[in-house]
């Protein structure tokens, strides 16, 4: 906010310099939360709206920092892409995630799918599938079980590699889904040549579907396309019952969102799980 109208360039540096020391101080804590266990994942369950079932989890990072408390990872998740550290965060979630994942079927829970956010800088990354695959070795998790989100700006960048890594995972089991859908700007010619297995629609969209039509027509487009393209559609972000009908009559059955769960700690998403074989 500029308090000083008569000298904004005064107003600005101090601006930038504030901004500045918030990356530094960020950078320092993240280095820090990695090597001193301060990260943590909490999972929201996606559901399926005709049989009430858990179909996936996503796996959300949360990062406790000594001293603050919980951090927003709107906050910390741009510091730890602009400093690559990204990479080293995104591979604890994978091996968490992963872990947790199997150790919850081997307790005999519904067999759910884990779905893990991956970063472009993640992506890029030369030896990203065999990070992926050592990590699923040494897990013992079943491929077939990983739903990778990736965002519309990823597959943008270099198509070569983007088709290439993709179709590789694929052929290993691994399903993508594409992250934030509708905000990018991908072509419809490039998006059908993509492995993909889920659109999911973005939040913004699902948000005033019940009073804008805009919004309702192009949550729309985007399930039909999705039919066209024999791909899985999901809408994020449902919070209210109205919401969820809606997107039924629509003909989109696989739902996340405050509506059904907010993102859960560990024990609470076993205890919904246990939950889950009663119903
Ligand atoms: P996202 O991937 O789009 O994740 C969905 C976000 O929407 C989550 O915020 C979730 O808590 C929130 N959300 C879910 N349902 C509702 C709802 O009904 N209403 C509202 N208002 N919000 C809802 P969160 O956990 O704060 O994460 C924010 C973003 O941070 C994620 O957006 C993702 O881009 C990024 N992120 C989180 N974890 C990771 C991670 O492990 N790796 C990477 N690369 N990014 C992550
Ligand atoms: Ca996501
Ligand atoms: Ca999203
Ligand atoms: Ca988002």
Redesign the pocket.
């Known amino acids: 906010a500029k308090q000083d109208n008569s000298n904004p360039v005064r107003t600005f540096s101090w601006e930038m310099r504030r901004d500045f020391e918030q990356t530094i101080d960020l950078e320092k804590g993240l280095r820090e939360a990695l090597a001193g266990g301060e990260f943590l994942?909490?999972y929201?369950p996606q559901y399926h709206s005709q049989t009430g079932r858990i179909t996936t989890l996503?796996?959300?990072?949360?990062w406790n920092r000594a001293g603050v408390g919980l951090v927003?990872?709107?906050e910390f998740?741009p510091v730890?892409?602009s400093t690559g550290l990204?990479v080293p965060?995104?591979n604890w979630?994978m091996r968490t995630?992963f872990q947790q994942l199997k150790a919850w079927h081997e307790e005999g829970l519904p067999p759910v799918k884990i779905a893990?956010?991956?970063?472009a800088l993640?992506f890029q990354a030369q030896d990203f599938i065999e990070v992926v695959t050592a990590l699923l070795r040494e897990t013992g998790l079943d491929p077939q079980y990983v739903e990778l989100?990736l965002?519309e700006s990823i597959a943008m960048q270099d198509e070569k590699h983007t088709l290439a890594t993709l179709g590789e995972l694929k052929r290993r089991g691994i399903s993508i889904a594409m992250?934030?859908f509708g905000t990018g700007y991908s072509s419809l010619s490039y998006l059908k040549r993509l492995p993909l297995h889920t659109l999911?629609i973005?939040?913004s969209f699902?948000?005033d579907i019940t009073s804008s039509e805009e919004n309702l027509a192009i949550v729309r487009t985007i399930i039909e396309l999705a039919r066209i393209l024999r791909m899985d559609v999901i809408a994020?972000?449902?919070?209210t019952g109205e919401q969820v009908e809606l997107l039924k009559l629509q003909g989109c059955f696989n739902v996340?969102?405050?509506?059904y769960s907010?993102?859960l700690p560990t024990d609470d998403m076993t205890e919904l799980l246990k939950g889950a074989f009663k119903s």
Do not use: M, W
Request: net charge negative.
């Open positions: 994942l909490h929201q996503e796996a959300l990072v949360r927003s990872p709107a998740i730890a892409e990204i965060i995104g979630v995630a893990i956010n991956i970063s993640q989100e965002t992250d934030d999911k973005d939040r699902i948000q994020e972000g449902a919070e996340q969102g405050y509506y907010r993102p």
